[in-house]
């Protein structure tokens, strides 16, 4: 008996095309496994950058904030010491702190009926600048010797946009006599902070934890609103861990709050 198998039959023919195509379906489904690990390890690179470079902002924030505290808190002991109605002693002691080398705009004293009185840009007021609707005020004048932290403002003395530092005054007899109050400039701010990113395509914002903005660095537009979304924000708890998101023009999202204050 003499069997053949002809090139020309429609078995092998059918046969070679099924394996054919087996191959290629292989070959596609391993490009495409490696392709898609290639690109979550990728992506998983970029959030622990991402996730890094949050927590250098917050540091870098928190120091600011921290410096600017303390310098409050040395203020208000000499202050104390020499007395809250030398207003001139005042003035050149808050002029001695306003060094070009820190972010901190301004240094203001408040006196007892919360009207800014002296500063250190001006040096003694001819007439007062009324604060008592800063949210820090009532704060500082029931919490003395804390530090309180104010939503951000535009200045009525510098004109600039800045972040509020206030620290209520009792003195020896436990009688309130004032509140310094330290400007910081968030336009420096930001810039130390772009400083201390070690990604430079990296963009980032600074809003309160009640959604206001602090701060961004991206040229886009609505950049606050479209990567702080409120609605999302509220359903996700910022204290355990950062929120990650793709953003539908492939740019990852890290939002993270920070360790210390009421900022996202």
């Given at each position: 008996?003499?069997?053949?198998?002809?090139?020309?039959?429609?078995?092998?023919?059918?046969d070679?095309?099924?394996?054919?195509t087996?191959?290629?379906?292989?070959?596609v489904?391993?490009c495409?496994?490696?392709?898609?690990?290639?690109?979550?390890?990728?992506?998983?690179?970029?959030?622990?950058?991402?996730?890094?470079e949050?927590?250098?902002?917050?540091?870098?924030?928190?120091?600011e904030?921290?410096q600017?505290?303390?310098?409050l808190?040395?203020?208000?002991?000499q202050?104390?010491h020499?007395?809250?109605?030398?207003k001139?002693?005042?003035?050149?002691?808050l002029?001695?702190?306003?060094?070009?080398?820190?972010?901190?705009?301004?240094f203001?004293?408040?006196?007892?009926?919360?009207?800014l009185?002296v500063?250190?840009?001006?040096?003694?007021?001819?007439?007062g600048?009324?604060?008592s609707?800063?949210?820090?005020?009532?704060?500082?004048i029931?919490?003395?010797?804390?530090?309180?932290?104010?939503r951000?403002?535009?200045?009525?003395?510098?004109?600039?946009?800045?972040?509020?530092?206030a620290l209520?005054i009792?003195?020896?007899?436990?009688?309130?006599?004032?509140t310094?109050?330290?400007?910081?400039?968030i336009e420096g701010?930001?810039?130390?902070?772009s400083?201390?990113?070690s990604?430079p395509?990296?963009?980032?914002?600074?809003?309160t934890?009640?959604?206001?903005t602090?701060?961004e660095t991206?040229a886009?537009?609505n950049?606050?609103?479209?990567?702080?979304?409120?609605?999302?924000?509220?359903?996700?708890?910022?204290?355990?861990?950062?929120?990650?998101s793709d953003?539908?023009?492939?740019?990852?999202?890290?939002n993270?709050?920070?360790?210390?204050?009421?900022?996202i």
């Open positions: 008996m003499n069997i053949g198998y002809s090139r020309g039959n429609p078995s092998f023919t059918r070679f095309f099924i394996l054919v087996a191959v290629v379906f292989l070959l489904l391993l495409s496994w490696i392709i898609f690990e290639t690109y979550n390890d990728h992506k998983d690179r970029i959030l622990k950058q991402l996730e890094t949050a927590t250098r902002i917050d540091r870098t924030l928190i120091l904030i921290e600017s505290s303390y310098l808190e040395s203020l208000g002991r202050i104390l020499f007395g809250a109605d030398d001139e002693a005042i003035a050149r002691l002029r001695s702190f306003d060094t070009k080398d820190t972010v901190n705009f301004l203001g004293w408040i006196d007892q009926d919360q009207a009185v500063s250190s840009t001006r040096g003694v007021m001819s007439k600048i009324d604060v609707d800063r949210d820090y005020m009532k704060k500082s029931s919490e003395p010797w804390q530090i309180q932290l104010g951000p403002v535009e200045g009525r003395v510098s004109g600039r946009w800045v972040l509020p530092l209520g009792n003195d020896y007899t436990g009688k309130y006599i004032g310094i109050l330290v400007s910081i400039d701010l930001t810039a130390k902070i400083t201390s990113a990604i395509s990296l963009s980032f914002g600074i809003i934890d009640n959604y206001q602090v701060t991206s886009q537009p950049f606050i609103s479209r990567y702080f979304p409120v609605d999302r924000l509220r359903t996700i708890d910022l204290q355990q861990s950062g929120s990650v953003d539908k023009d492939e740019l990852l999202t890290y993270q709050k920070s360790s210390k204050y009421p900022f």
